[in-house]
């Protein structure tokens, strides 16, 4: 675990939300089915597990997605 993680998940539990890690060994075909089953507001992922998941094409039904660990920019 990731500081970015810890500081995210303080956030989810100060909203009072509910945090849904996904197990990193799945398949992008079992994280969709996962996200689709549960039907997050936001989908908080590093770019090396979001690639997979829109590789080709995805479902379209992703949500919202912040990638804690891209390039900021300036």
Request: with cysteine.
């Amino acid at each position: 675990n990731q500081w970015r993680y810890l500081a995210a998940a303080m956030a989810i539990f100060l909203r009072g939300a509910v945090l849904v890690p996904l197990n990193y060994k799945l398949s992008a075909a079992e994280h969709r089915a996962l996200l689709a089953h549960c039907r997050p507001a936001l989908l908080i992922t590093e770019q090396g597990f979001y690639r997979p998941l829109v590789k080709d094409g995805g479902d379209g039904t992703l949500p919202p997605v912040v990638l804690c660990d891209a390039a900021l920019p300036g």
